[in-house]
């Protein structure tokens, strides 16, 4: 009979490595792969609308930098109290779901139109004269930032509620439909899930006025 290999210090060492839960990955910036916080910065890219994680080195360099390629996201939101906006100029938009953020985009200069689905992001056609319209009666969306700030409107419950954020947080919200939706009306989940986001949103913002 063949004598066993002594247990030697290493080996316990493989043993516990082979036997410990495996860890989640470690996020990193996607410009300079420095591991990333849970919450950290974004930066996204006009052309074509990439959002990127950044480090907060990394989303200095690109706030100071004029021209620069990547733009940094503001990490903020408010909750518009009196917003003017009829249920015909929201039919008007175009928009097949009560749930979509738009923004400008400074590529082409044209605002878009966005709504969430279990594919992802789908933009949809936006009528710009009704767009004008709403945007006349509500002189805050001209103070959007192009390409980082976004109105996000949700009209999934009987209170509407209307947001100015930061297009992170439209994308999370993207996100959290598309992994949680199941079959063809998305089921319970996800529908708690996009109220949880509502509700945190909510409570974490100030209000503002849609005029000033």
């Keep these: 009979m063949t004598a066993a290999a002594p247990i030697t210090r290493g080996t316990i060492g493989v043993l516990r490595r082979m036997i410990r839960p495996p860890t989640a990955p470690v996020e990193k910036c996607d410009l300079c792969s420095a591991p990333l916080a849970s919450r950290h910065e974004h930066l996204v890219e006009p052309g074509s609308r990439r959002l990127m994680c950044a480090c907060q080195a990394c989303a200095v360099l690109f706030s100071s930098q ?5 733009r940094r996201v503001p990490q903020w939101a408010a909750r518009l109290i009196d917003f003017q906006l009829s249920d015909a100029q929201w039919d008007s938009l175009l928009i097949p779901i009560n749930l979509a953020f738009f923004f400008r985009n400074s590529s082409n200069g044209r605002t878009i139109a966005v ?28 103070e959007m930032r192009p390409d980082v700030e976004a109105l996000l409107v949700n ?27 199941k079959g063809l009306s998305g089921g319970p989940k996800v529908w708690e899930a996009i109220h949880l986001f509502f509700e945190n949103l909510k409570s974490t913002t100030t209000e503002a006025s849609s005029h000033a």
Aim: contains cysteine.
């Design 66 to 70: 004029q021209g620069a390629r990547f």
């Design 115 to 142: 709504y969430p689905s279990p594919a992802g992001a789908t933009e949809s056609l936006l009528d710009l004269e009704a767009w004008r319209e709403i945007a006349a009666a509500n002189p805050r969306l001209d």
């Design 155 to 181: 009209r999934t419950t009987a209170q509407f509620d209307y947001y100015l954020v930061s297009i992170d947080r439209c994308y999370e919200l993207v996100g959290l439909i598309r992994s949680h939706w």
